[in-house]
C-alpha cells in the first residue's frame, strides 16, 4: 500500500550525479528563503524573502559561485542572500538562517518535498541517464487561447516545431466544473477545424492531434458526453476535491475504465507549497492502468511535477507506460518537458516506456478514429 503521502528524502542523497555538487545547492537555498519568509507576518519582507526563494527555485543554473543573481531577487534581501551564499554547506545554510529568522519558528513544508529545482533538472539532464530532452517527438498536453492558454494553436503548434517535435497533441480544458474558460461542443468543433487547418498546411513538418483535458467528476466520469470523444485523445485529470483526504482511488479507477481516456493527466494534482495532492492506493490505480492502456502523465509544468520519481517508479513497476506533459499554456513552458525527462531519469524509466520518444503511429495504435496519417 502506497498512500499519496509527499516522501521525505534528504537533499543530500538524492541526486547522485557525476556533475559536480555546489557547497550550497539552489534547493537548500530556496528552502531557507522559503522558510525565512514563513517566519514572518504578512507583509512586504515577508512577500520580498518569498520572491527570492522562487527567483532562485526557478534559475536554471546553480548560484553557487556564480556573480550574477537572477534579476527577479528584490534589492531588499540582497545581504540575507550574500550571508546565505557565504555559507559551507547547508547545516551552515541551516544554521544562519535560525540567526536571520522572524517572530515564528523555521519549519519545513511537505508540500515542498519531492519537487527538482530548475537548476537540479538541468543537472539531471545534463548527466544523461539515457534520457535526453532533445529526442523528444512529441509534444503533448498544451494549451490555448481556446481554454486557458496565452497564444494561438498555431503560435503553440509553431514554438513545438521549433523544439523539434513532430507530432503534437493540443489538449484544451472542457467547460466543466474545473474551468469556466473550457471549450463547449462548439468550441471543439471550432479546434477541429483548426487543427485540420494546420495539418493540411503543416502536417509533414509536425502533426497535430487533437485532444481534450477533461474533469473526471466524483463518480469517476468525465465532464464530455460520448459523441464528442470520437477522434480526440483525452486526457483526464482531477482538478477538484483536491485538499481533502480522503481516499480517492475509486474515482480514479472507474475514470480509467472510461472510453477514450488516453492518459491519467497530474495523478495526484498537487502543488508546489500549495498541496500535496490526493491520497490513493498508487498500486491500485497503476495496476488499473496498466491493465487498461492508459498512459500515466509525468507532468514537467515546475509547480506540478507530478508524479514524483518515488511513484514514477512505482507506476513502471506496475507495468505502466507514460507520456510526458509540459501543460504549457505558452510557448515557453514547452521547455518544462525537460522537468519531466529530469524526473523519468531519476526513477530510472527506459526510453521506450515514454509515448513522446516514439513516433506517431505509436500513439495511434488502436485508435483508427484518429486520422492519422
Ligand atoms: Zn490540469
Ligand atoms: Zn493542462
Redesign the pocket.
Known amino acids: 500500500m502506497c498512500e499519496g503521502r509527499p516522501h521525505r528524502f534528504s537533499r543530500a542523497s538524492r541526486l547522485d550525479l557525476k556533475y559536480p555538487s555546489p557547497v550550497v545547492s539552489n534547493a537548500d537555498l530556496a528552502e531557507a528563503f522559503f522558510q525565512l519568509a514563513e517566519s514572518h507576518p504578512p507583509g512586504e519582507l515577508r512577500l520580498a524573502l518569498l520572491r527570492a526563494a522562487y527567483a532562485v527555485f526557478d534559475n536554471p543554473r546553480e548560484l553557487d559561485g556564480v556573480r550574477r543573481l537572477p534579476e527577479t531577487v528584490p534589492l531588499e534581501v540582497l545581504p540575507t542572500m550574500a550571508m546565505l551564499r557565504g555559507c559551507r554547506g547547508r547545516d551552515a545554510v541551516a544554521a544562519a538562517a535560525h540567526r536571520l529568522a522572524g517572530p515564528h519558528r523555521l519549519r519545513g513544508s511537505p508540500t515542498r518535498e519531492g519537487f527538482l529545482t530548475a537548476a537540479e533538472v538541468s543537472r539531471v539532464v545534463a548527466d544523461g541517464g539515457g534520457l535526453d530532452p532533445r529526442h523528444l517527438r512529441g509534444a503533448a498536453h498544451w494549451h490555448t487561447r481556446a481554454s486557458d492558454g496565452a497564444a494561438t494553436l498555431e503560435a503553440m503548434a509553431r514554438a513545438c516545431l521549433r523544439r523539434g517535435a513532430t507530432w503534437g497533441v493540443v489538449t484544451d480544458h472542457t467547460r466543466g466544473l474545473a474551468c469556466v474558460n473550457g471549450l463547449d461542443a462548439e468550441g471543439i468543433e471550432l479546434q477541429r477545424r483548426a487543427v485540420a487547418s494546420w495539418n493540411r498546411r503543416r502536417g509533414e513538418e509536425l502533426w497535430v492531434v487533437q485532444g481534450l483535458?477533461v474533469e473526471i467528476l466524483e463518480d469517476g466520469r468525465l465532464d464530455v458526453p460520448r459523441t464528442a470523444r470520437e477522434g480526440v485523445l483525452l486526457v483526464a485529470?482531477i482538478?477538484t476535491g483536491l485538499a481533502e483526504r480522503r481516499d480517492q482511488t475509486g474515482r480514479l479507477v472507474r475514470a480509467l475504465q472510461e472510453p477514450g481516456v488516453w492518459t491519467l493527466?497530474?495523478p495526484r494534482g498537487r502543488l508546489f507549497a500549495r498541496r500535496a495532492g490526493i491520497r490513493a492506493n498508487w498500486e491500485v490505480v497503476f495496476a488499473a492502468a496498466a491493465e487498461a492502456g492508459v498512459l500515466v502523465e509525468v507532468n514537467g509544468f515546475p509547480r506540478r511535477q507530478d508524479l514524483d520519481p518515488t511513484l514514477i517508479a512505482l507506476a513502471g513497476g506496475a507495468g505502466c507506460r507514460f507520456l510526458l506533459a509540459s501543460?504549457a499554456h505558452h510557448p515557453r513552458h514547452l521547455a518544462f518537458d525537460a522537468t519531466a525527462v529530469a524526473l523519468c531519469s531519476q526513477a530510472a524509466i527506459s526510453r521506450e516506456a515514454i509515448a513522446n520518444f516514439g513516433p506517431l503511429d505509436h500513439l495511434a495504435a488502436g485508435r483508427p478514429d484518429l486520422a492519422v496519417p
Open positions: 483535458e485529470a482538478h493527466a497530474h501543460d
